[in-house]
């Protein structure tokens, strides 16, 4: 459909309208399929405009809202040192905030990383701000910051560039883009009427186009790919017609009581309208439900207060019958609105009134409202087009092309983080190197100005390389030194361990790796290098009844040439040390430091004969086996002492440290006597007593 439309003091007036149909379907659900049959259409339209208004060069066009996604955006500017906002300041600052809107989806999870690019179609301000304050309008305001928020519609790329490419077949340049909802909005919800909670959809023939208004703006647009051809296609399936046969029978089921029908074996019948309306009534509720159901999902859930139903399927029959019921709406809440209803519209005489032509007149009259202007530019041989702002750089042509900014540069080198003794280090890959970016041939920067038909190339930077060390590269020293221990020559060098292995220190370090780095340097490194790792023991310690004990004794001595140094000092190359080491210690002379008391010992005279008597006052094991008073223990070793119970000595006590015998005879009569006294076998005896016995 073509239309001219004249402006006169903010009053239009339709001179001419042209509407041709489609000799096949060479468009299915609001995409092109054959860009050449849509292109002789609008070919012919073309012609007939040109035979009665003179040449036509550019057109504003409105796609429907195949594949549609929304995005809101803002953009906020200072006017504190401007005059006052004018016309092209507002429609700038729109133009930003839908930027900002782009880029927002982009950037979202609702475009995938591998979609192809998303052009606007078309904008609807949400809210227009004053220093932060809501306000009407901004035209001849003066403040500090003015602010826009927009919601603005996207569409694929392959949905804008089929319509471009019949245009250009057409010879007709594209002068302004917008979506169907949005032409139809502006035309028949103004402004005044956006604070009531209103639904519009237009349905064509390949999609139903929504768009919703509630406190005074417009809160979403969407799409349902079911339209008046689901109806068409119903018929045809049922009567075996064809497509174009089964479109020319659905438009008369209103205005006939019976149509003839041929269909495609070439058998004619009568089928009276009411037959015909039965057939399509489940095809008409699947399309109310789905209109519905998309409308409820914009609404936040809920249905509208009302709805206007525009576009040539809205004349369906019973169409907004099952609408209202699947909103659950009264049925005067729902109703047909054509192009009559439009205010500050005038038709040239002879053109009927109707719903299909809302659309259309909006479309023109958003083209003048709130155009989406593009300018075209080349990215790596691909046509790209942006808004047409006053002043675009080369980095809004790079992501309109979708090439991110990490794109630009080569990618960093994989850097490597590991420990070295506990602490965390990271080690980073090579920086990448930048693309070149050229411009018509010459090299320029992201932020040079750009203009329509420029051609920008990039080559893209390379790679950074990979981090990578060796074990030696975390050394603080690697010169070996070179010593003398004990008259055995050593060599000392860092070791190096890596997740627990010993490595050399020329290998490589992986990422996550653990890395010990041991710097043998003192005494006592180099004496355990040589196996000498007992004299390398300052501290005598052992386990005495499962306690750590650290026993006084003579300590290991190291000299360097005859100065006494500790195990702890630190090597110089060519330092010659002796040592000299302590005896080990035996049981008794641990147990005589401790204060533990191994036996009993008395000295006594008997018959006076001297004697000394023992018994054993601890048992003692060493590493659990059992042990004397003169065994050798070593630092580490486990001894245990364990009380015997017994203390003290007896008479009867002696005869185990004496050869004399009692007379066997019983006729033989004794006495014991301590020190000249009377004493029994098991009385007490002690050290310094003079014991005898006595026989007569």
């Known amino acids: 459909m073509g239309i001219i439309l004249k402006e006169s003091g903010g009053q239009f007036h339709v001179a001419d309208l042209v ?33 009665r208004h003179g040449p036509l060069k550019r057109v504003s066009v409105a796609a429907a809202g195949r594949a549609l996604k929304t995005a809101e955006g803002s953009m906020t500017i200072d006017i ?59 035209i001849d305001q003066a403040g500090r910051s003015a602010s826009v928020d927009v919601i603005a519609t996207f569409l694929p790329r392959v949905v804008v560039e089929s319509l471009l490419a019949a245009l250009n077949r057409a010879e007709l340049q594209m002068e302004a883009l917008t979506l169907e909802p949005i032409a139809a909005i502006n035309v028949l919800i103004p402004p005044s009427m956006r604070r009531l909670n209103v639904a519009l959809v237009d349905i064509g023939a390949g999609t139903s186009d929504i768009a919703v208004t509630d406190d005074n703006t417009v809160i979403a647009y969407g799409m349902v790919p079911l339209a008046g051809d689901e109806i068409t296609e119903e018929l045809s399936n049922h009567y075996l017609l064809d497509f174009p046969v089964a479109e020319a029978i659905k438009r008369q089921l209103d205005s006939s009581n019976e149509v003839t029908i041929t269909d495609i074996l070439g058998f004619e019948q009568q089928v009276p309208s009411t037959d015909l309306k039965n057939v399509i009534a489940p095809a008409v509720k699947r399309l109310a439900q789905a209109i519905a159901s998309e409308m409820i999902r914009l609404n936040n859930g809920v249905s509208p207060k009302a709805v206007m139903v525009v576009g040539g399927g809205s004349l369906t029959p019973g169409l907004t019958d099952q609408l209202s019921s699947a909103l659950d709406l009264p049925g005067n809440r729902v109703a047909i609105r054509g192009s009559d209803a439009l205010s500050g519209i005038t038709m040239e005489t002879g053109l009927p009134p109707s719903p299909e032509l809302v659309t259309p007149i909006g479309i023109a009259i958003a083209a003048k409202r709130a155009p989406i202007h593009y300018m075209s530019i080349t990215v790596d041989g691909k046509v790209i087009r942006l808004f047409e702002l006053k002043e675009m750089t080369v980095g809004d042509a790079l992501l309109a092309a979708n090439i991110k900014a990490n794109q630009l540069y080569g990618m960093p080198g994989l850097g490597i983080s590991f420990t070295v003794n506990g602490k965390s280090i ?74 627990g292995n010993a490595v ?69 190359d060519g330092d010659e040390i002796t040592i000299r080491t302590a005896t080990l210690p035996t049981v008794a002379n641990i147990a005589e430091e401790l204060g533990k008391k191994l036996e009993e010992i008395a000295t006594i005279t008997f018959n ?75 009385d007490t005896i002690f050290g310094g007593d003079s014991l005898e016995i006595i026989l007569y």
Do not use: W
């Open 80 to 138: 504190s040192g401007n005059s006052l906002i004018s016309m092209e300041d507002v429609n700038r600052l729109e133009l930003a905030a839908v930027q900002n809107a782009q880029q927002k989806l982009l950037s979202s999870d609702a475009v995938k990383q591998d979609d192809d690019y998303y052009y606007c179609v078309g904008y609807s301000v949400l809210h227009y701000k004053l220093e932060g304050e809501e306000i009407g309008s901004l």
């Open 19 to 51: 509407s041709i149909e489609h000799q096949e379907r060479s468009m299915i659900d609001g995409q092109i399929h054959n860009i050449l049959r849509v292109a002789d259409v609008i070919v012919e339209i073309k012609k007939m405009l040109v035979e």
């Open 426 to 499: 990271i080690l980073p890959g090579e920086h990448g190197r930048p693309s070149i970016i050229r411009v018509n041939g010459k090299e320029a920067d992201i932020k040079d100005l750009i203009s329509n038909g420029d051609t920008i190339e990039i080559t893209l930077g390379e790679n950074g390389k990979d981090a990578s060390a060796t074990i030696r590269d975390l050394l603080d020293d690697v010169e070996p030194i070179h010593a003398v221990i004990d008259g055995e020559s050593v060599r000392l060098m860092p070791e190096a361990y890596r997740n």
């Open 608 to 682: 006076g004969e001297r004697l000394q008597l023992s018994k054993p006052h601890h048992a003692v094991t060493l590493n659990s086996q059992p042990a004397d008073s003169q065994s050798v223990v070593k630092p580490g070793d486990h001894l245990q002492f364990i009380p015997t119970g017994q203390s003290g000595f007896t008479f009867s006590d002696i005869f185990a440290f004496t050869d004399y015998k009692l007379p066997g005879s019983s006729a033989s009569q004794y006495k014991l006597l301590r020190n000249g006294e009377p004493i029994g076998f098991r």
């Open 504 to 572: 050399h220190i020329d290998n490589e370090v992986q990422d996550h790796d653990e890395i010990t780095i041991f710097y043998p340097r003192t005494i006592a490194d180099g004496a355990a290098r040589l196996g000498k790792r007992d004299f390398a023991q300052p501290v005598f310690t052992i386990q005495v009844n499962g306690k750590t004990v650290t026993l006084k004794r003579q300590v290991t001595q190291y000299l360097l040439g005859s100065v006494p140094v500790s195990p702890s000092h630190v090597l110089k």
